[in-house]
């Protein structure tokens, strides 16, 4: 019998009860009381579509994020949130989203609450509210939630597996707010964990699953000797200890993995199918090897014929001590695949969201235990589903394969170094010093969104959308003028998102409607599927473009994405690299930006504004990535003649570590986010002596605060000590969708004042 589990399952519900439960309460239109209940449903109806599982995941339902839930469960809660009297949920909450300090749900506390901070969960796109620790951080446990999760999972009969985080990836992802050594906690940590794992035994549950997913990352030789402590002082708790690693190989920390004192080791045996053969030697006799067999990070069906002739010969090498499982919790896919009403027929074939990978879980489980007779109508059906994916002439396109294969650096090259192409685009756009611009986007208003959905659902013809879009465009234009900004945008009106604005209009995209992935808290996103070969059948945006420069004799930028941002916002295919991927949508792009430039524009911004979060987990691997994430874009870009002005766009500010790379594009001008750091960020560009231009955002548009022409004045100051003046722009930090016009033209007004005292004391 092989032993068939899982690690997670996604909690936003199939409809994404969770999220609308979540914000009616936030809103304070629905009680606690129901969203607890609505809670527990969720739970329950989770269950039950696992109830035949050998092992069921307990914990891993949250209503905000599972590792705040790991911080509430040790104590381990932020000083501003200490002493607070009301519902522990309540409390929980103000961490997760922070409280101003006029909100009537805060009345003990007069002061406002700051948020935890939010990152990306390794290499997903799920964020996590950052553990705080200082050196005097003490813990203490509350097995409250978990263990009455435990207790209602065993009243449903499941067989209940807790699912928490490892204490050395606890540590690894928290921030020590006073630059504290994070591993002098550890010991205090430890005791914790021991104390929790105890109390799970005493209920008596078997195996906890502890995740450690740092495994997967390079360590250095504390973090190593960290994990030895971790699991020595462990070893003494009377429940056996699944250890779980996903998101990638183990490499060369698969000694360490394979000798920690636990009684079952579970791997993600797709991205790590090359550290099986030895582990098999490594690890002790009595330990399980838990393989994950099922991708949880992508939406395919498996091959489950090739998995079986891999598998079979190790079942019968391991016996019990096999488990099978998805790779990682499934959180990171949407819940169910039979949901989908309009999803391409064909494309829908070859899918399986979160239930149907579990069924896939059954058959293999079933095919190991009895033999791949027991599951012969299954595994048929499989095979075919996949034979007509391999074989579609959806997913093949030659000319694009072809294409591809002539790629060429000639391709990614501009005509003439920068200086060159800078004197030539001075000449043609003519911008004073210290030029004004945007980033893209205005606001997104009710009545565009409702003209969309209008359109959307049939009840607004071509014509109607089209000029309710052109009346937008047209306000832009006129708000640009009367603000006097340098560069125009047309406003991105026509956008739903600027990943799937392009998806929807290549072929080689599909779109669900309920394949939905949580990003942090009640917000999901719902990635486009990139099934097939990438091509465009015909223009995307020059009509927009050409509308708007034809309503403004100032520059009006024309405005796309990147392939790398595309792809990275995209469930990808498993059938090639995802490099391949990239260079077929940037081929699809650059004929984009050449039909622009043909139509006669000017200056074309092509965001990567996800370039960043593509980065590998281990460092060994960045060069690989930025290889060709860098040729992608180049690609894109540089077809273009000298006179041609190329912008990109990125939302961060790390740049230390990839300001080469970024170099390397080539782009005329990067707009970067910096106001939040008071410039400081810019050192990377200053150290490398960048030499193009740069308008480092000068105000934060996740703010409703107005900036002062005062600050934005002092801010440019502080860039033109880093980054020659001539080589500056100005202009705020992102797109400004999810502002209101009342919040952005009084923003944009301080902005140009700004420039022109600039322009005037230089
Ligand atoms: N051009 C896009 C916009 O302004 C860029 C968004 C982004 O970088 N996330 O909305
Ligand atoms: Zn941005």
Redesign the pocket.
Known sequence: MTTIHNLGFPRIGARRELKFALESYWKGESSRSELKALGAQLRARHWASQQDLDLVPVGDFSFYDQVLDMSFALGNLPERVQGFHGDALDNYFRVARGRSATTPEAPCCGAGVAAGEMTKWFDTNYHYIVPEFTADTRFQLDSTRLVEQLTEARAQDVRAKPVIIGPVTYLSIGKAKDGADKLGLLERLLRVYAELLDTLAAQGVEWVQIDEPILVTELDADWQHALNTAYHHLKACKVKILLATYFGELAENKYLAANLPVAGLHIDAIQGQGDVQQLLGLLPAHKVLSLGVINGRNIWKTDLNAVLDWVEPLAEQLGERLWIAPTCSLLHVPVDLDSEQKLDAEVKSWLAYALQKLNELRVLGKALSDGRASVAAELASNAAALKARRNSPRVHNPAVRAAVAQLTPALGQRQNAYPVRAAKQAARLGLPAFPTT????FPQTAEIRHARSEFKAGRLDQNGYQTAMRAEIARSVREQEALDLDVL?HG?AERND?VEYFGEQLDGYAFSQFGWVQSYGSRCVKPPILFGDISRPKAMTVEWTRFAQSLTSRPMKG?L?GPVTILNWSFVRDDQPRWQSCYQLALAIREEVLDLEKAGVRII?I?E?ALREGLPLRKSQWQQYLHWAVESFRITANGVGDETQIHT???YSEFNDIIASIADMDADVITIETSRSDMELLGAFENFQYPNEIGPGVYDIHSPNIPTQEHIVGLMKKAAERIPAQRLWVNPD????TRQWAEVLPALAQMVAAAKVLRNTA
């Open positions: 945007t980033i893209g986007s945008v991105e600027m405005m994405t911004q965001d504004a766009h990125m939302c992102c797109g400004l969708k």
